[in-house]
């Protein structure tokens, strides 16, 4: 988006401000380390492309999966797939910093049809035991 605002509106000066992301934001909400020693994090902003998530997956100790929560249930049989065990931590968050604010955490294992979210702004962090 800012390239975007950049490329159409020169005229607009525009400043990043860092802050603190929304991935350990979520992981500190929830009480999960994205990452611990020698662990591998890999962070999938879209899951389109399901074949590359799970292949990803395979040799990732954590997977945090931004935004697009219409994909998540999809995602829960491919980590399975992938080796993530049934007691691998599995949170969910979607709305976050609102008033509709809904937090989730479990095991993947404990994770059945109708859990997951399908709005759009959610986020997800699976991490192997």
Avoid: W
Wanted: hydrophobic share 45%.
């Amino acid at each position: 988006m800012h390239k975007d605002i950049e490329l159409n509106h020169p005229e607009i000066k525009i400043s990043v401000i860092p802050g603190i992301v929304s991935m350990f934001t979520f992981a500190a909400k929830v009480g999960v380390s994205i990452a611990e020693g020698a662990e591998k994090v890999a962070i999938i902003p879209s899951c389109y492309d399901l074949s590359t998530v799970k292949e990803i997956a395979k040799h990732s100790e954590t997977m945090v999966f931004l935004k697009d929560g219409r994909y998540f249930d999809k995602v829960i049989d491919l980590l399975r797939e992938a080796g993530f065990p049934d007691n691998s931590i599995f949170a969910i968050g979607q709305d976050l910093g609102t008033e509709n604010e809904i937090i989730r955490k479990l095991t993947l294992g404990e994770v059945n049809d109708g859990t997951l979210t399908t709005k759009y702004f959610s986020i997800l962090v699976v991490k192997r035991v």
